[in-house]
């Protein structure tokens, strides 16, 4: 059984916890599901009775036996209000600017898109909620981020990881040198912003809006988006106007990822598309055989 509960489950989990961590003096609106009545090593299920949506942080403290199976089904019991909770997030309701390696595109939710890979997608909710996605690529084999709709699904063993209860800072960064930051603030007006990136206002800008500021480094590679500029081998570029675009930061390296190998299922055939969605035939992706 796939540790992933199905959308249904996911959604009664997100929707018990007001849409964020329950733990106290959390709510962090990036989610995870544990398991606890019974245990997943006890008996798998997707029961969500015996679930409870928890962020990464309090996540891994209830699988080290941080609180008492009571506990957790008190956090579910505790109803809290979800317009109390979305209060705290009311940024994730306005227009969005995303700031990827020094070049702006303003609501555009296919934020940083890496030979077809999006890396990082913002969508919203029903009620117009920021819902963040997540897929980081790597050339080891090794497992790295993934969140779906402020779900996560990776994490793997990175050197440093950063997630606030806010939800305005994402930072997590592994051994070999692959790193993504993304931060989010409020800019009020047009003054506010000549301000904080010394350009007059784009006419599309509607104020308040949030921005998304997304810097990646990929470990083996020339790509290293900072917040002043994108290099790809010696080409650099900074300061790139886009609006209501297909798409943002779009780079084709043509280069073969290997991420999360171990979690990639085997197709029937060698010759069938890989499972990880790059559109290689999986004999030539995560099933190569160097």
Partial sequence: MNRKPPASVIKQL????????????CGNPYLEWHHFDPPWNVEPHHNPDGMVALCAEHHKKADNGAYTKEQLAAFKQTKVDPALVRGRFDWRRNKLLAVVGGNYYYETPRVLVIDGHEVVLLTRDEDGYLLLSVQMLSLTSEVRVKIVDNCWENIGSPVDIVSPPSGKDLRIRYANGDSLAIRFYVVEDSAAFQVKFKTHPYAELEFPLTVAEVNCEIGGTNLKLTPTGTTISTNQFT???????????QV?????????????????SRLAPCP???????????????
């Avoid at 997100?14 to 003096?25: K, L, N």
């Avoid at 990822?257 to 029937?268: D, E, G, T, Y």
């Fill in 276 to 290: 990880c969605g790059s559109g290689r035939r999986y004999k030539h992706c995560h099933g190569a055989l160097t």
């Fill in 252 to 268: 084709d390296l043509g280069l073969k990822w290997r991420q999360n190998w171990s979690l990639i299922p085997v197709p029937a």
């Fill in 14 to 25: 997100r929707t018990e916890v007001g849409f964020g961590c329950p733990a106290p003096e």
């Fill in 239 to 249: 300061g790139n106007f886009a609006a209501y675009c297909g798409g943002g930061m």
